[in-house]
């Protein structure tokens, strides 16, 4: 059951919070609905989920036309966008978490009517079938963003290697807080970069143990629902 599901989710974050001395009121948790129809995306709008994201820019624009009851959730794509979509998507979400390219940062500031929260996407392992910037990258990249005033670098993002160690997680969680801490000590006014989007099904205590304010979870919450 769904309920179950959030329910036993909910748990571990707060045992993760308290593990790390960390108020569970800063860490939000995203629904990843990739994986499942409107209905039961409705279903979890219905139980009181805020946070909904996709990875795919027609996926998440059907999902928030099914949910137009539901006008106070969050929309979170968190998948690569390409420039030619842009144009389709940027008005429709509240977060960004796969900002990658100066390219794709220019597309963003023509294109979009407000100031969109944005995550850099990181690469950290440097593994050459990721999507992300390597972290040497990341300062310079956010530099060059200075004048767009539609983006706002809220935090950095990345994807862990499936099926690491915990340990291999817990270095890459530390390098991309670190990573995180540097460019908010930096002070800049559109990058205040105070979040940190990581963790999944599979290894999101560990992430917010590490430091996690956005956890972005599908598979667990629908195992046998
Ligand atoms: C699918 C996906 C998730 C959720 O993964 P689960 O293992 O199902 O929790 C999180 N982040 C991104 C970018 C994804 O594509």
Known sequence: MLVDNLEKIN???????????????????????????????????????????ENRVDKLLEKKM??????????????????????SIINEIDYFHALDSFK?????????VKQISCFVEVNIT????????????????????ASFDKIKIIGLMTMAPLDASEQVLRDVFSK?????????NLHLSYAPCTD?????????????????????????????A
Do not use: Y
């Not at 440097?126 to 963003?145: A, N, T, Y």
């Open 11 to 53: 748990q571990e974050i707060q045992l993760a919070c308290q593990k790390a001395a960390r108020s569970d009121n800063d860490v939000t948790m995203i629904a990843v609905t990739k994986s499942v129809e409107k209905d039961t995306a409705k279903k979890l709008a219905e139980l009181g989920i805020e946070n909904m994201a």
């Open 176 to 184: 991309l807080k670190k990573l995180q801490s540097a460019i908010n």
């Open 126 to 145: 440097g593994e050459e079938s990721k999507h992300g910037l390597k972290s040497e990258e990341v300062i310079d990249f956010i530099h060059q963003l």
């Open 196 to 224: 940190l989007s990581m963790g999944m099904s599979n290894d999101f205590p560990i992430a917010i143990e590490e430091g996690a304010t956005f956890v972005r979870i599908g598979t667990a919450i629908f195992r046998g």
């Open 66 to 87: 099914a949910l137009e009851d539901f006008p106070s959730i969050k929309w979170h794509l968190i998948g690569n966008l390409q420039r030619r979509k842009v144009k």
């Open 104 to 112: 794709l940062a220019e597309e963003i500031q023509k294109r979009s």
